[in-house]
């Protein structure tokens, strides 16, 4: 099993920065993607930032640009700039993961992290 732990997040004015760092944990698997993913009320988780064991990171749309994802084995860090009002969300960590010799790969995710942008 993977056990995702998240840290950052919080209140910040808009045009403001914010890092988000998140630490994958657990023995004998491989960390494939790693990302993150944000959710407001009423409406579906989304993707904002993933990027792979190797190659290169996607971002959605409405933060390209703004928001650069870095990853260090296990560590996926997300900072985030010229933050905007509709980037406030619960702030999800992602790695998809597998065991070592097994090619099926599962799904964690960390517990969420707020993020409040005011405008």
């Known amino acids: 099993q993977v056990h995702l732990v998240e840290s950052g997040g919080g209140l910040v004015q808009a045009g403001g920065f914010l890092r988000l760092s998140c630490a994958a944990s657990?023995?004998?698997?491989?960390?494939?993607?790693m990302g993150w993913y944000r959710q407001v009320p009423g409406k579906e988780r989304e993707m904002v930032a993933v990027i792979p064991s190797s190659g290169s990171a996607k971002y959605a749309d409405s933060v390209a640009g703004r928001f650069i994802i870095s990853r260090a084995q296990k560590t996926v860090i997300l900072q985030m700039s010229e933050l905007k009002a509709e980037d406030t969300g619960v702030y999800y960590c992602?790695?998809?993961?597998?065991?070592?010799?097994?090619?099926?790969?599962?799904?964690?995710w960390g517990q969420g992290t707020q993020v409040t942008v005011s405008s």
């Open positions: 992602y790695a998809e993961w597998r065991n070592y010799g097994r090619t099926n790969r599962r799904d964690a």
């Open positions: 657990g023995s004998g698997l491989s960390i494939e993607d």
